[in-house]
């Protein structure tokens, strides 16, 4: 007997051919001179295919039907949403990490699937169905914690989960077109080639939760681990792109690394050197550029050129610089360009670790992850700073 996801092919395959033969019927009802045979063998043709596409869809119906009530029988409820689903694997992820026991695999397969095989950032993902126990009635219903850090870099950057990636730095080439016949990129493509590889970074993210939020709903338990993780993640991945002095290892990740080598462009005042930057960059990354700065220093900015006035200051920055702007409070000098050139890979592997304070009570779930940041060409960015 024929399987749910072969009946599903078979349904799908006949679906098709089906449409194929009403265009058939229509282009030859619609033919001038055709014969009245040649009509009726189309005609009969779509018939028996919409008789067996219905014979299909109601084997498909019932088969379906049965298997969602077994399902529904062996875990003596109602099947789940996806959302109550995912909410529900990912609280047990948590607690069986915690108690330090295996998950099992169907939890780990139901995370992967809703996140196609990404495991870390399954902990990242926004869900907002209740959970299946109730809170103490000692504690409030929200969780009170610090604000979550984030990354101006989501919205720029390019974000993958690959291992071992390698990709090309430039990702079309034109025969007759000079885009990369001289200039800054052709010079770095010479010297550092036109590839580049991805490496892995060991980090850890620590959360720390208190036993009666570990023994509280599922969704203000995975709420409260997302938020924390998401938070020390953002702060990571400020932390190297944006280092002044960056750690042994991670030079490459840092926009004002000398190991990366973008190139310095001063003005007198801040404004002029972010224009003067933007002015630098080739034709290909000024279409497409955005600025990164401190808020500080743009307020300061305005400041300077409103000389007393008032009108600047109700203005969207983008509409003030021209180009789009994000603020990041470890960007000591604005970096210009585009940022689809600035790459963070993660390895799919994660591990899940825990940890106890006794006094306290707080329990720490821990994420070990590796991750990677490249630049993959520095020409496509320039660093303004403003002249001593």
């Known amino acids: 007997m024929k399987t749910l996801f072969e009946v599903k092919?078979?349904?799908?395959?006949?679906?098709?051919?089906?449409?194929?033969?009403?265009?058939?019927?229509?282009?030859?009802?619609?033919?001038?001179?055709?014969?009245?045979?040649?009509?009726?063998?189309?005609?009969?043709?779509?018939?028996?295919?919409?008789?067996?596409?219905?014979?299909?869809?109601?084997?498909?119906?019932?088969?379906?039907?049965?298997?969602?009530?077994?399902?529904?029988?062996?875990?003596?409820?109602?099947?789940?949403?996806?959302?109550?689903?995912?909410?529900?694997?990912?609280?047990?992820?948590?607690?069986?990490?915690?108690?330090?026991?295996?998950?099992?695999?169907?939890?780990?397969?139901?995370?992967?699937?809703?996140?196609?095989?990404?495991?870390?950032?399954?902990?990242?993902?926004?869900?907002?169905?209740g959970g299946n126990n109730f809170i103490p009635k000692n504690t409030g219903t929200s969780v009170i914690s610090e604000p979550v850090q984030k990354n101006p870099l989501r919205d720029l950057s390019a974000f993958t989960n690959i291992a071992n990636l390698e990709l090309p730095k430039v990702s079309f080439t034109l025969a007759d077109d000079d885009f990369i016949a001289d200039g800054a990129t052709a010079k770095e493509l010479a010297a550092t080639g036109s590839v580049v590889a991805f490496g892995r970074n060991k980090f850890k993210v620590f959360t720390d939760i208190s036993e009666t939020v570990l023994n509280g709903t599922n969704t203000d338990l995975v709420s409260t681990v997302e938020k924390n993780l998401r938070a020390g993640v953002a702060a990571k991945e400020k932390k190297v792109a944006f280092a002044t002095t960056p750690k042994t290892g991670e030079e490459h990740m840092s926009f004002y690394s000398s190991a990366v080598g973008i190139t310095e462009i001063e003005g007198d005042t801040m404004y002029e050197s972010i224009l003067n930057a933007l002015a630098d960059l080739e034709d290909e990354y000024d279409e497409v550029a955005s600025v990164v700065m401190r808020k500080q220093d743009y307020?300061?900015?305005?400041?300077?050129?409103?000389?007393?006035?008032?009108?600047?200051?109700?203005?969207?920055?983008?509409?003030?610089?021209?180009?789009?702007?994000?603020?990041?409070?470890?960007?000591?000098?604005?970096?210009?360009?585009?940022?689809?050139?600035?790459?963070?890979?993660?390895?799919?592997?994660?591990?899940?670790?825990?940890?106890?304070?006794i006094k306290t009570g707080m329990n720490s779930f821990v994420v070990t992850a590796w991750f990677d940041h490249q630049i993959k060409l520095s020409s496509a960015f320039r660093i303004a700073t403003v002249a001593p």
Not at 302 to 310: Q, S
Not at 325 to 330: A, G, K, T
Not at 347 to 356: S, T
Request: one cysteine or more; proline letters at 3%.
């Open 9 to 129: 092919q078979d349904l799908m395959n006949v679906g098709n051919q089906l449409k194929k033969a009403n265009d058939t019927l229509l282009q030859t009802a619609s033919t001038p001179g055709i014969s009245q045979e040649q009509i009726k063998e189309s005609q009969n043709a779509k018939d028996t295919l919409q008789l067996q596409f219905e014979i299909l869809q109601k084997q498909h119906d019932e088969m379906d039907k049965e298997q969602k009530q077994k399902l529904s029988s062996q875990s003596g409820t109602k099947a789940q949403d996806p959302n109550q689903q995912l909410i529900n694997a990912k609280a047990e992820l948590i607690k069986k990490t915690m108690k330090k026991e295996a998950v099992n695999q169907e939890t780990m397969n139901v995370i992967s699937q809703s996140n196609k095989g990404n495991i870390l950032q399954a902990l990242l993902d926004n869900t907002a169905t």
């Open 299 to 357: 307020f300061k900015m305005i400041k300077e050129l409103a000389n007393g006035a008032d009108t600047l200051f109700g203005r969207k920055p983008e509409d003030v610089i021209g180009y789009p702007v994000e603020f990041c409070s470890l960007a000591v000098d604005p970096v210009v360009g585009d940022f689809s050139f600035s790459h963070f890979n993660y390895d799919p592997d994660a591990l899940y670790e825990q940890d106890k304070n």
